[in-house]
């Protein structure tokens, strides 16, 4: 069964500064890999998934995040963050394109001005 | 883009009682729907897989007697909570697959919050 794990709960960056938040996932063949975010009161957004192919994956809103098959990890990067960037981030793993997604427990980002 | 609606947003209910929550593709035709529970400030847990046509296909640990999953229609799909109790209050959210250029990606909805009181 697969599983994901963000070992962050919280992290605090400036405005301005760079972002990774760290994702490793437990899965047997190759994974389908997720980043949502969801702003508070707001339902989730997908920035970026990768299927296939270049591993490095662009998504919306600035953000990219690499997938390392040596390291089962997909870490989010963002090169400046915003202050609108301040939400709960999760990473998240599917079996397949049509199949279920396993949410890890999701990283809060705090922005300082 | 594909949306999905869920209705009603915020519900109050009284312990006991049963409670509906709709979840709707509105521009398009959704033959699978997943149901998650978000408890506050925690990640979203997988509830069950609904099929149109077909019984839903719960997680383990998920009782099936007491969330009752329909998915009569390929636009909607519902989720019964019955005999709710305070312990049911949560943040219930669904998504659908979207079929995209010969692949699928999940659309979520804003998700419904629960209080049982």
């Known amino acids: 069964a697969q599983s994901v794990t963000q070992p962050d709960i919280h992290i605090t960056v400036s405005e301005g500064a760079s972002l990774e938040l760290r994702c490793n996932y437990s899965?047997?063949?190759?994974?389908?890999l997720f980043w949502y975010v969801q702003s508070p009161g707001q339902g989730l957004q997908l920035l970026l998934k990768?299927?296939?192919?270049?591993?490095l994956v662009q998504g919306i809103k600035g953000f990219e995040a690499e997938f390392k098959r040596s390291q089962s990890s997909f870490n989010l990067r963002k090169p400046s963050v915003h202050w609108s960037d301040a939400a709960e981030y999760f990473c998240?793993?599917?079996?397949?394109?049509?199949?279920?997604?396993?949410f890890g427990k999701g990283t809060r980002l705090h922005i300082l001005p | 883009g594909a949306v999905v609606s869920q209705h009603p947003s915020r519900v109050i209910c009284k312990s006991g009682t049963s409670v509906k929550i709709e979840c709707r593709s509105l521009?398009?035709?959704?033959?699978?729907m997943f149901w998650y529970r978000q408890f506050p400030k925690q990640s979203l847990m997988l509830m069950a897989t609904?099929?149109?046509?077909?019984?839903?296909?719960?997680e383990q640990g998920v009782e099936k007697d007491k969330f009752l999953i329909n998915h009569a229609s390929l636009t909607l799909s519902t989720l019964t909570v019955t005999s709710a109790h305070p312990e049911d209050s949560s943040f219930y959210i669904c998504?659908?697959?979207?079929?995209?250029?010969?692949?699928?990606?999940?659309?979520f909805g804003p998700g419904t919050r629960l209080t049982v009181t």
């Open positions: 998504s659908a697959l979207y079929p995209l250029a010969g692949s699928y990606e999940q659309y």
């Open positions: 899965y047997g063949a190759t994974p389908y």
């Open positions: 990768y299927f296939s192919g270049d591993t």
């Open positions: 998240a793993v599917g079996a397949g394109r049509d199949d279920k997604i396993i």
């Open positions: 521009d398009f035709q959704a033959t699978t």
């Open positions: 609904s099929n149109e046509g077909s019984k839903a296909t719960y």
